[in-house]
């Protein structure tokens, strides 16, 4: 069983040091008030990390790019080599892709330089590469942390999740489509690109402001026309498929994958609205996803994501000064890289039990 928190080279108070059961237990009891108190005190420890740097910002922005640059240029030349290693290449290239998607989705939450023009314009930009419309998604994703593990505010931004006694209601037929849905096979390599390439064309999750969602991506698709296009006229048909769509769909599948593991991990929490608290399911509902620094640099950060959630204006390039200046930020709900595949197994909230389980038995 993944615990949610774990003892590192810290010593945690009692409540941290309770096992998931006793922790669910714990929160009506009287650790329940130790609990929000260090909630808090995680809270006010991370405010202290929302200010932008520009000597930083820029240079993540240049580093990203440049690095971006080399991975293209090399799987140009890798075709005379053999495209075994071209496909080789588009998974780094990808890999810088997922990094100015981190950047653009920083710069959705203002918190990427301290300028809100200067966020909006360079969001703006990188949404043309990422496939992803800016103003949209932003709205989209603010909708996402304010509604984070609430069980009646399921449907924005998020994997879908039922409740074990939602699925068990289903008809056979829904039951089945549920399953292939969060089979992990259908996330990463259909769902991801289909999510990314397909239905953020057409801003059907938000119906209001209906008009202003409808008109920033529909420029947005234009934006894409143009500059896909001129990469088709530049590369022609089949260089462009073999070169650019694959490093769409690695970056698709890689970003769908940080996503699933962010919140869908076994002891992960869900309440009903009465019961819900923002800060409470930001630190027990997320994820510190525990990656090497080559693939930190290149996710931005992003696993350490109860940090995230607790204060969305940290930029990502002071996430891990704000997690080191607190070690026992460190062992909460910490998800190792062998840990997280285990997770793929999970698809249903089990009310009873307080934690995510799999279809066995159900």
């Given at each position: 069983?993944?615990?949610?928190?774990?003892r590192?080279?810290f010593?945690?108070?009692?409540?941290?040091r309770l096992?998931p059961?006793?922790?669910?237990?714990?929160?009506?009891?009287?650790?329940?008030?130790?609990?929000?108190?260090?909630?808090k005190e995680?809270?006010?420890?991370?405010l202290?990390?929302r200010?932008?740097?520009?000597?930083?910002?820029v240079?993540?922005?240049?580093?990203?790019?440049?690095?971006f640059?080399?991975?293209?240029?090399a799987m140009?030349?890798?075709l005379?080599?053999g495209?075994?290693?071209t496909?080789?290449?588009?998974?780094?290239?990808a890999?810088?892709?997922l990094?100015f998607?981190?950047i653009?989705?920083d710069?959705?939450?203002?918190s990427?330089?301290?300028?809100?023009?200067?966020?909006?314009v360079?969001?703006r930009?990188?949404?043309?590469?990422t496939?992803?419309?800016y103003?949209?998604?932003?709205?989209?994703?603010?909708?996402?942390?304010a509604?984070?593990s609430?069980?009646?505010?399921?449907g924005?931004?998020?994997?879908?999740?039922?409740?074990?006694?939602?699925?068990?209601?289903?008809?056979?037929?829904r039951?089945?489509?549920?399953r292939i849905?969060r089979?992990?096979?259908f996330?990463?390599?259909?769902?991801g690109?289909l999510?990314?390439?397909v239905?953020?064309?057409?801003?059907?999750?938000?119906?209001?402001?209906?008009?202003?969602?409808?008109?920033?991506?529909m420029?947005h698709?234009?934006?894409?026309?143009?500059?896909?296009?001129?990469?088709v006229a530049?590369?022609?048909?089949?260089?462009?498929a073999?070169?650019?769509?694959?490093?769409?769909?690695f970056?698709?599948?890689?970003g769908?994958w940080l996503?699933?593991?962010?919140?869908q991990?076994e002891?992960?929490?869900?309440?009903?609205?009465?019961?819900?608290?923002?800060?409470?399911?930001?630190?027990?509902?997320?994820?510190?996803?525990?990656?090497?620094?080559?693939?930190?640099?290149?996710?931005g950060?992003?696993?350490l994501h109860?940090?995230?959630?607790?204060?969305?204006?940290?930029p990502?390039y002071r996430?891990?000064?704000?997690?080191d200046?607190?070690?026992?930020?460190?062992?909460?709900?910490?998800?190792?890289?062998?840990?997280?595949?285990?997770?793929?197994?999970?698809?249903?909230?089990?009310p009873?039990?307080r934690?995510?389980?799999?279809f066995?038995?159900?």
């Open positions: 069983m993944t615990r949610r928190f774990r590192n080279s010593d945690p108070p009692p409540f941290l096992s059961p006793l922790f669910s237990a714990a929160r009506t009891a009287t650790n329940a008030g130790c609990m929000q108190n260090k909630i995680f809270a006010d420890h991370c202290k990390y200010t932008p740097n520009m000597t930083r910002a240079g993540q922005i240049v580093t990203t790019g440049l690095a640059v080399a991975c293209v240029t140009y030349f890798s005379e080599y495209y075994w290693l496909l080789l290449l588009a998974i780094p290239t890999g810088c892709a990094r998607f981190v653009q989705h710069c959705g939450h203002g990427f330089f301290a300028s809100r023009r200067a966020n909006d360079t969001g930009v990188l949404s043309v590469l496939i992803t419309p103003a949209y998604w932003r709205r989209l994703h603010a909708l996402h942390h509604s984070s609430n069980l009646d505010r399921r924005f931004g998020d994997i879908d999740t039922l409740t074990t006694d939602e699925y068990a209601v289903l008809t056979p037929l039951r089945l489509w549920y849905y089979n992990p096979a996330l990463l390599i259909i769902g690109p999510h990314f390439l239905l953020q064309r057409f801003p059907m999750t938000l119906r209001t402001p209906a008009l202003e969602m409808w008109s920033s991506v420029l698709n234009v934006a894409i026309l143009i500059f896909y296009g001129g990469l530049l590369l022609g048909w089949e260089h462009f073999i070169l650019v769509l694959p490093v769409l769909v970056a698709a599948g890689m769908v996503f699933y593991v962010q919140h991990f002891a992960t929490t869900w309440d009903e609205t009465e019961n819900w608290d923002r800060k409470t399911a930001a630190m027990l509902g997320s994820s510190y996803y525990v990656l090497p620094r080559v693939l930190r640099w290149f996710t950060n992003i696993g109860h940090i995230h959630h607790l204060c969305s204006h940290i990502n996430l891990q000064e704000c997690l200046a607190m070690p026992e930020l460190k062992g909460i709900n910490r998800l190792t890289m062998i840990e997280s595949l285990k997770t793929a197994s999970l698809a249903l909230w089990d009873k039990a934690r995510l389980v799999g066995h038995g159900h």
